[in-house]
Each structure stands twice: as C-alpha cells, then as structure tokens.
C-alpha cells in the first residue's frame, strides 16, 4: 500500500504487516487533468503545483498532519493505476483502506464556506448539502460507511460542524442512523436495503457502480473493465448468493417484460421496501447453474379469490396466455412489511417456460421466468392459507436471458428435426407459431 508522507509529500511503500496509522481523503474528482497521478507525484514538483487537484492534496495533508498522522491516503496518486493487477488489488481493498484509516476527512469541493451559513436547522442544512455531487457518486458510498470517523470539510476546508449533520446525512443518502454512527451495524441490513443505498449513485466507468460495493458486501472479484455494466453486477449478484442466503437480493423493479431473478443495476433497488429474513430452519440453498437459478420457493397458482388484490397488469398477462403458461406467484424467503404495519408473504410473478424442465439434484425441475418484473405484492394476510408452507415448496430454475433464449432455441431446433425425421416439412401455421415463441428475451 503506498501512503503519502504528510510533510515531505513523497510517497512511500508499506507492507500490510507494518502499516503506520493514517488518515485518508474522501472526495469527488473535479475535471480529470486537473488531479495529480501516482506518476506525476513521483516525478517533478514543478509540473503539478498549479493543478487544482495539488492544492487538494495539500490541504489534505496539512490538516491530516495537524490531527497528528504522518502518513495519509488519496486515491488519485497512491494507486498506479499503469499496473493491473495494482489497480486490481486497490478496487479489492478499498474498502478495507477506509475501514483501518485513523479518519477519513470528507471534502465537499462544492459548498459554499460555512462561515456563509449562519445558524442552520436541519433542513437548511440539508438545502446547502443534498446539491454536493459528494452524495450522488459511486464511490462515495463506501467512503461514507467504512471510516470508524469522520470529519467533514467545505470548499475552503473549514469543518463543518452542525449537531445535525448525522440526520441530515440519513436523510440524504437514506441510510439510518445506525448505521451511519456505528459501521459494523451495516452486515444486518437486508442486502436489498444497502443495494438501494447505491441506487441514485452514479460513475464515470459503469462498471465501477458494481465493484465500489464490493466491500459494503464483504465480495472480493476480479476487475473486468470492458466487461460492461450489467455483466458486472450480475457477476456481483452471484458472488453474494455463494455467501448470503437472504433473497432479498431478488426485490427489486425494472421495467421489463421478462427477466431472472438477477437485477442489471442497483438502480432496480431504488425505494427497497421493509424486509425480514425468515428463520434458517426450512431454507434450502439456492445457486446458479448452466440453465438457470436453481432455487426452492412456493410457486401458487392464481385463483379467483386472489383477483381482488393481484396487481391488474399481472392478471392481464395470466389471461392472454395458455394454460400451461398461465402466470403464478413464488413467495420469496423473506417477509414484508405492509401498510398496517404488519409481516405478510411477498409475492413475486412467474411464468412457466414451454419446453424448460431440467433435473436438479435427481428430481425433474421445472423452468420459470419472472414477468411483470416492475412489481411485486405484499401478500394480504391470510390469503394463501393451506397454499404456501415450506411443504409446499418445490425446486424450480428461474432462466436469466442467456438460459432463456438457449431454452427457446434448442425447443424449437428439436421441433424442426422431429418434423424432418418424417420427411414432413414443418406446417407454416406451426412455423410461425415458433418462430415467435424463438424471439430474444425482451429486457
């Protein structure tokens, strides 16, 4: 780890075993030429000390110095971001770097000085803070969750110091108090609440939404730049299920016709609703495999009775469709609470896919995907008496798209060769019939 001495301003390299106590500093990247590299702080002095992004480093020292560290953090010019695999182990840590810093100093380059606002209550200061780009970046979160300490600053780096800050923060950035006061509170939020934490965040590269919070899920993955946005999220999704059995990871909202149970963003997070997790006693483990989330759930049939509280749009694609394809609910492993202020089930919709069973673990499972996918229901109380229960779950695939359009095509490749099998060429009416059920996954 290389660390900035805070009066020489050199930079100087430390194994794990012997790290010096340092502080770091959280901020937001002005205009990218103007912040000073790992490089250009080991070469000339003379080439940087008109960059805005110098005075930063600076000031950043001068007040760790005068709070008693000799060493401080700033990801700009302590990551050489020339070498991979540096870069690689820099994202993995990250948050372990805020986490052992002795005080994180947070400078909000975009406020107005302090001396400016005069006595502030709580909401005039949330006016003077909620604008600071400080909040709607990515990378911040962490920054935000990981430090034991830390001291805010504004455009001239005067502290801000208001008895209000801590709830104007939470009201901001919409993670409690708690959490915000004592750090290892955040490992008993739901995992859809802290991926909701992200879900108005935003970064330069889309796939650093995804690896800035590997730390807030303990994760570590490899850095794929390139990869894409939604492959790295995916990949993040994955890597929580090999850790995690709460399914609250499959709570979410995106506007599409069909999808998995994996969401493409944490955006699809925004506005989580109260979660619990059910008691571990009658839970089955859940993963990914080559066709699909292999996962147990109570899968119900909707009947006339339920057509009083089933979303109206979920009940027009259960009408439009076969029998066999008629839209169901899962109830995940996990409870809501509703507008009485009461724990019910929570239902997401499924749809059966035509041709789609595998064998799981010895048993035939069948194939589902999740429909109507920008809405999920919190079950009335009562309304699924003797129809859900842990005995009457069973093991189903939920296809992402990949598994999904292969299902589609492998059926309908199989169709056209039973036909040909008889010399028979396939009937135009069945043909189209197929070629419309073998269209791409819409997402």
């Known amino acids: 780890m290389w660390l900035l001495n805070t009066i020489t301003l050199k930079l100087e390299e430390f194994c794990d075993n012997d790290l010096p106590p340092y502080a770091i500093l959280s901020h937001t990247w002005d205009v990218p030429s103007q912040e000073v590299t790992f490089v250009e702080m080991q070469g000339l002095r003379e080439t940087i000390t008109n960059k805005t992004g110098f005075a930063k480093i600076t000031n950043f020292c001068r007040l760790a110095s005068q709070n008693g560290y000799e060493y401080g953090w700033v990801d700009t010019c302590c990551i050489d971001k020339r070498n991979s695999a540096d870069l690689s182990e820099a994202i993995n840590s990250m948050y372990r770097y805020y986490y052992d810093s002795g005080d994180c100093l947070v400078y909000l380059s975009d406020t107005k000085p302090m001396a400016d606002w005069g006595s502030l209550s709580n909401v005039k200061l949330d006016d003077v803070l909620r604008p600071c780009r400080w909040f709607t970046r990515g990378w911040t979160l962490q920054e935000l969750l990981a ?41 008993e939020v739901s995992i859809s609440e802290r991926m909701g934490w992200a879900s108005e965040r935003h970064t330069t590269r889309s796939e650093d939404i995804t690896y800035s919070l590997m730390g807030i899920f303990n994760i570590c993955m490899p850095i794929l730049y390139g990869e894409g946005g939604k492959k790295a999220f995916r990949r993040l999704q994955k890597e929580i299920m090999r850790v995690s059995f709460d399914q609250s990871l499959f709570v979410w909202k995106e506007d599409v016709s069909s999808s998995g149970f994996l969401a493409s963003s944490p955006a699809a997070f925004a506005c989580p609703p109260t979660l619990g997790l059910w008691a571990p006693r009658n839970l ?27 979303p109206k749009n979920v009940l027009e694609i259960h009408d439009s469709e076969d029998d066999e394809e008629k839209v169901q609910m899962a109830i995940i492993g996990c409870d809501i609470l509703n507008s009485d202020n009461r724990w019910v089930l929570l239902a997401l919709y499924v749809q059966p896919v035509p041709g789609g069973s595998f064998v799981i673990n010895g048993k035939l499972s069948r194939a589902y995907r999740r429909v109507a996918s920008h809405t999920w229901t919190a079950v009335p109380t009562g ?4 129809r859900s229960g842990p005995s009457r779950s069973t093991d189903v695939l939920i296809l992402e798209d990949e598994h999904y359009d292969l299902v589609r095509r492998a059926s309908r490749e199989h169709d056209h060769r039973t036909w040909n099998r008889f010399g028979v060429s396939l009937p135009p009416f069945l043909r189209l019939d197929l070629e419309a059920k073998s269209e791409p996954s819409q997402t």
């Open 284 to 310: 089955a483990p859940f993963y990914m495999t080559n066709v699909g989330l292999s996962v147990r759930l109570n899968i119900v049939e909707i009947l006339v009775e339920d057509r009083t509280w089933v």
């Open 383 to 386: 309304a699924l008496f003797q």
């Open 147 to 187: 430090p034991e300490t830390r001291s805010f600053f504004d455009a001239t780096w005067q502290p801000i110091t208001n008895r209000h800050l801590v709830s104007v923060i939470s009201n901001i950035t919409k993670i409690g108090d708690a959490c915000l006061l004592f750090r290892d509170n955040i490992s």
